[in-house]
């Protein structure tokens, strides 16, 4: 049977048409580390409605009056085991450390409305847990967007917070894009990580992935599910970052955990927060700022925290990346431990 042109261009639209389905709506799996469930940790029900999950550390000792809270990544990221080791050793100095899961990552609850994973829910849950520590104030330490984070709760509650370290601070929304272009001191010695995060997102970027975001971000409805999406993500993260270090021969996989549907929705919403800079603008907050040399964040939003909390100090860590504690540990938390002595 011969076959015309007509019908072979109906017959190559519809090959087309299934393969483009099958890319886009048939699930996926990633070979990725499995999720570490951690027993150890404890839960919060919060008045928001956010189930979070949570790891608390007792001071020894002469108690600190004042605990300290750490602020993950993301948004969507989580508290794994490297995390507690890292800081576990301030407890023996006598502070009370906590370390949460944001909604939406880790073992706290996902949302089935996405639409509700924004920057002010996190900052909401945040005050909650506060309250639940029952802290008359607290010590924040808080990594690259959990910087964003701890700025917004700042901003609403400047009394709640004694001292604040920011390491690698993930620019202050609303994002001023101009200060990408800002050069930092030469004195510094700052530079460019080998890889980018475009890069990553290129790399591990499918189709599929791409329409879960796209139909997330249009709808506020799931393509995948929470299990599929994150574990895209965990994909996603092993390319990542390789941009978040100086030496890429660091071993810097990560297990599943961090939330798809949390991270792509709060970075929706980033620049819809009301401004917290001129409230920040009037601190007097003791702040330490943290900086990789090889940190793949933008010189000119680092520096915006300098020139908003008046009463700073910046610390340069060389050869380390965005994510300090991989390859500095010890500086790192010497750092701090010099800081919070103060």
């Not at 389905?21 to 839960?43: C, G, I, N, Q």
């Not at 370290?165 to 700052?190: C, H, M, Q, W, Y």
């Amino acid at each position: 049977m011969q076959i015309n042109f007509r019908q072979l261009i109906i017959l190559t639209l519809f090959i087309s048409l299934l393969i483009f389905s099958w890319l886009v709506f048939v699930p996926r799996t990633y070979d990725v580390l499995p999720f570490e469930k951690m027993d150890a940790k404890h839960y919060w029900q919060l008045a928001t409605g956010s189930d979070i999950s949570y790891i608390q550390i007792p001071g020894n000792g002469d108690k600190k009056p004042f605990p300290i809270l750490y602020l993950h990544g993301g948004p969507g990221g989580f508290i794994d085991e490297s995390k507690v080791k890292r800081l576990a050793p301030l407890a023996e100095d006598g502070y009370d450390i906590y370390l949460y899961d944001q909604v939406g990552g880790g073992q706290s609850s996902r949302l089935n409305n996405i639409d509700e994973y924004t920057p002010n829910r996190h900052k909401r849950d945040l005050e909650e847990i506060v309250k639940k520590i029952g802290a008359e104030r607290v010590l924040l330490i808080a990594q690259s967007w959990g910087a964003v984070l701890a700025v917004l709760f700042i901003a609403d509650n400047p009394e709640k917070v004694e001292k604040v370290v920011f390491t690698g601070p993930g620019p202050i929304p609303p994002v001023n894009v101009e200060l990408a272009r800002e050069k930092s001191p030469d004195s510094l010695d700052l530079r460019q990580p080998y890889f980018s995060n475009a890069e990553g997102n290129k790399k591990a970027g499918n189709l599929r992935a791409k329409a879960m975001r796209k139909w997330a971000e249009l709808t506020g409805n799931k393509l995948a599910s929470d299990l599929e999406a994150d574990m895209f993500m965990a994909f996603l993260n092993d390319e990542l970052n390789k941009s978040t270090v100086c030496d890429t021969s660091f071993d810097i996989r990560t297990p599943v955990g961090s939330g798809f549907y949390s991270h792509i929705m709060t970075m929706k919403s980033f620049n819809l927060v009301e401004d917290p800079r001129p409230v920040i603008s009037s601190s007097q907050i003791p702040v330490l700022v943290m900086k990789g040399q090889c940190d793949n964040q933008k010189w000119g939003y680092t520096h915006e925290y300098l020139t908003l909390f008046q009463n700073h100090r910046l610390a340069v860590i060389r050869s380390a990346g965005h994510s300090i504690t991989t390859e500095q540990p010890a500086k790192y938390l010497q750092t701090i431990r010099d800081f919070l002595a103060e």
